[in-house]
């Protein structure tokens, strides 16, 4: 059985930091050209070699992705941009375009090549075709069931790696090649830029009688024909790894550093648990419910993973209420605020391999030291009195229910 390594979403360097901290194994970023999450932060020239560094510091390995298709016009902008990212030392490039593969293997010797679920690879003879090219890992198309991915394992040769998505949202469309965004907005998803139309509730108009709006029906349920559900695979981290997989992603480059925590550290402990054996701590099993996230599915794995056609509304049960910048010995933490809150509220805190607790709201005061009692300006920061000493980085949140109505 192969532990899994988790692959995290970096969109920016606070949600590099985040994934870091909270357990990747890799992250996977993106420069400001060639990414499919354009509307990412992303990272600068002058960023992305910091990023890098960052990570390497910690242990991590850095991916960035080159995925989307180049026009004939980007194409004279590739070499020089993978060589940037040769230089910088990153670990990996996730590429879709044959042009920019060949061109990676080129520029960018000292990186290996993984080949983006943007190919669609659904069955071996792909897989190993682009492993005879050169490629050292293939993320298989998100449409594979656990059984499809075992037989391509088995007919592999045995260095070619295998990534999957094991958590995140779904894409209406095989493996994100969708036009429908491009034609209604002239945002091309396949360029990085998806409106994401299929969660818009549509209805049908007849011909002579313009204006007049008759609802598109699934079931009695709802209109929503389009709208994908979010996957989690965290219960079923063993069968991932029985079937060979290397890699499991997690689908985040631009939701927020309190995602790209939570996650990544509900599954670093997860993973560890079920590689060493153990039963799976139920609290780290929970985290992915703090997020907020559509309705889970197990994507693929299993079958057709069904729509949610009711709305397509995220479930936001849980607040960012503050972040840990600093903690001494005594508990005695300096914050930055988020959300606003009172003395005396209800809350939990968890962090960089912290178990969440409870705990009220007590004593706080401002930067001059005058006494708190609901820290209001954004990004203030504050300091207050905690329980025990908590890492850097750690998170403050309250349950409150957010979820569009």
């Given at each position: 059985m192969r532990k899994l390594e988790l692959l995290s979403p970096a969109g920016d360097r606070e949600r590099l930091e985040m994934a870091v901290m909270y357990g990747a194994d890799a992250v996977y970023l993106a420069g400001t050209s060639f990414g499919m999450r354009s509307f990412a932060g992303n990272f600068t020239p002058e960023e992305l070699p910091l990023a890098v560094r960052f990570a390497h510091e910690h242990g991590v390995k850095c991916h960035v992705t080159v995925n989307t298709m180049p026009r004939n016009q980007e194409v004279t902008q590739l070499p020089g941009?993978?060589?940037?990212?040769?230089?910088?030392?990153?670990?990996?490039?996730?590429?879709?375009?044959?042009?920019?593969?060949?061109?990676?293997?080129?520029?960018?010797?000292?990186?290996?090549?993984?080949?983006?679920?943007?190919?669609?690879?659904?069955?071996?003879?792909?897989?190993?075709?682009?492993?005879?090219?050169?490629?050292?890992?293939?993320?298989?198309?998100?449409?594979?069931?656990?059984?499809?991915?075992?037989?391509?394992?088995?007919?592999?040769?045995?260095?070619?790696?295998?990534?999957?998505?094991?958590?995140?949202?779904?894409?209406?469309?095989?493996?994100?090649r969708c036009l429908l965004s491009n034609y209604m907005t002239g945002r091309d998803s396949n360029r990085g830029a998806c409106a994401q139309p299929c969660r818009y509730q549509y209805a049908l108009m007849e011909e002579k009688r313009p204006g007049e709006y008759f609802p598109v029906f699934e079931d009695e349920?709802?209109?929503?024909?389009?709208?994908?559900?979010?996957?989690?695979?965290?219960?079923?981290?063993?069968?991932?790894?029985?079937?060979?997989?290397?890699?499991?992603?997690?689908?985040?480059?631009?939701?927020?550093?309190?995602?790209?925590?939570?996650?990544?550290?509900?599954?670093?402990?997860?993973?560890?648990?079920?590689?060493?054996?153990?039963?799976?701590?139920?609290?780290?099993?929970?985290?992915?419910?703090?997020?907020?996230?559509?309705?889970?599915?197990?994507?693929?794995?299993?079958?057709?993973?069904?729509?949610?056609?009711?709305?397509?509304?995220?479930?936001?049960?849980?607040?960012?209420?503050?972040?840990?910048?600093?903690?001494?010995?005594?508990g005695f933490a300096l914050c930055s605020l988020h959300n606003k809150f009172r003395q005396g509220d209800p809350l939990e805190i968890v962090g960089p391999n912290l178990r969440p607790f409870p705990l009220e709201a007590g004593f706080m005061a401002d930067a001059d030291g005058l006494p708190l009692t609901e820290p209001r300006t954004p990004q203030m920061r504050f300091t207050t009195r905690l329980p025990k000493q908590v890492p850097p980085r750690s998170i403050i949140r309250r349950a409150v229910d957010l979820s569009a109505k």
């Open positions: 941009y993978l060589e940037q990212l040769d230089q910088a030392g990153v670990d990996a490039l996730i590429l879709a375009d044959l042009g920019a593969f060949t061109l990676a293997g080129k520029y960018a010797p000292r990186c290996q090549r993984h080949i983006s679920t943007q190919q669609s690879i659904a069955n071996y003879e792909c897989a190993q075709a682009w492993f005879d090219l050169g490629a050292h890992r293939v993320v298989l198309a998100r449409e594979l069931s656990l059984e499809e991915i075992r037989v391509i394992r088995q007919k592999v040769d045995p260095k070619l790696e295998i990534e999957t998505f094991g958590h995140g949202a779904m894409c209406v469309s095989y493996s994100g349920r709802g209109t929503y024909i389009l709208n994908s559900r979010d996957m989690c695979m965290i219960d079923h981290l063993k069968d991932l790894m029985d079937a060979g997989i290397d890699c499991i992603k997690i689908e985040g480059r631009a939701k927020s550093a309190y995602y790209a925590a939570i996650v990544t550290g509900a599954y670093r402990h997860c993973i560890d648990d079920v590689a060493a054996g153990r039963p799976v701590d139920p609290v780290w099993r929970d985290e992915v419910e703090h997020v907020s996230h559509r309705l889970y599915s197990t994507g693929f794995y299993y079958g057709e993973p069904g729509q949610y056609v009711e709305h397509s509304r995220y479930i936001r049960q849980w607040q960012i209420c503050a972040k840990v910048l600093s903690c001494d010995e005594n």
